[in-house]
């Protein structure tokens, strides 16, 4: 929350073009409609008028699309810039007020190269959190004026995936910990042989060190398959939502 207060120029500023983005995207299908009607209705008086208009809409709302998207992503990222700069800067003055027998192995090195990239990568789709929800709603309500109670379908479909969704992702906190503790034991034995490389050539120990960090970067890679597994079912989960909502709309509805 602090960080988030911290970095609240950029992120108040994501919120308009994110907004504009929705109505441009819920605009599509009112064109569409028009659009079908206009092909199959002969009783325009100006053709050719009503079919520029319709042309001129279409650019109007797929470069709104675009451009309010990456005003979206623009301040968005700024947003993750901001506060990943004051996550290491506070990382690093607090490594420096502390005694050296204080600090274990790389810690600080971890957390501000690995876990603070982590917690500002998921910070990327943060917007989506509320404009989801509005664009959600916006959809259902569209849905139901044209397929009535059939909509249930496409929202049973939504809601069971979603369930599904925070089930899996319960175990994702305790993999992700997992698997960046085996980050964080071979930055802390990579920095340590570092530290004394000129030791480890005189020893003739470059090619035992070498294996060991091979080995534990071995053993990071299979903590993190689970992490990873976790990404997959959540993955297959959103494109089967995305996949079955028609079905069960129109299948409902028929």
């Given amino acids: 929350m602090i960080c988030l207060v911290h970095a609240r120029v950029p992120l108040l500023k994501s919120i308009l073009p994110r907004l504009a983005q929705i109505a441009f995207t819920v605009a599509q299908p009112f064109i569409l409609q028009r659009t079908l009607s206009y092909i199959q209705n002969d009783g325009y008086e100006n053709r050719s008028s009503v079919g520029t208009g319709l042309i001129v809409v279409y650019v109007i709302v797929y470069i709104g699309i675009a451009v309010t998207t990456a005003l979206a992503q623009h301040w968005t990222f700024r947003m993750i810039t901001r506060m990943r700069a004051g996550l290491v800067d506070l990382i690093y003055r607090h490594t420096l007020e502390m005694v050296p027998t204080a600090l274990d ?86 920095a340590s042989m570092l530290g004394v490389m000129k030791a480890v050539k005189m020893t003739g120990l470059t090619q035992v060190l070498g294996d060991k960090i091979r080995q534990l970067r071995e053993e990071e890679v299979k903590a993190s398959s689970t992490f990873r597994l976790i990404l997959v079912k959540l993955v297959t989960l959103s494109n089967v939502s995305e996949a079955m909502n028609p079905v069960a709309a129109f299948g409902l509805y028929i």
């Fill in 105 to 190: 192995g790389a810690d600080a090195v971890t957390l501000m190269s690995t876990d603070v990239e982590r917690i500002t990568s998921g910070l990327r789709t943060f917007p989506e959190l509320w404009a989801s929800l509005i664009q959600m709603g916006i959809a259902i309500w569209l849905l139901a004026g044209m397929l009535n109670l059939a909509v249930l379908g496409a929202s049973a479909v939504a809601v069971v995936s979603t369930g599904l969704a925070i089930w899996v992702a319960t175990g994702a906190g305790i993999a992700q910990k997992a698997w960046l503790d085996q980050i964080q034991s071979r930055v802390a034995a990579t």
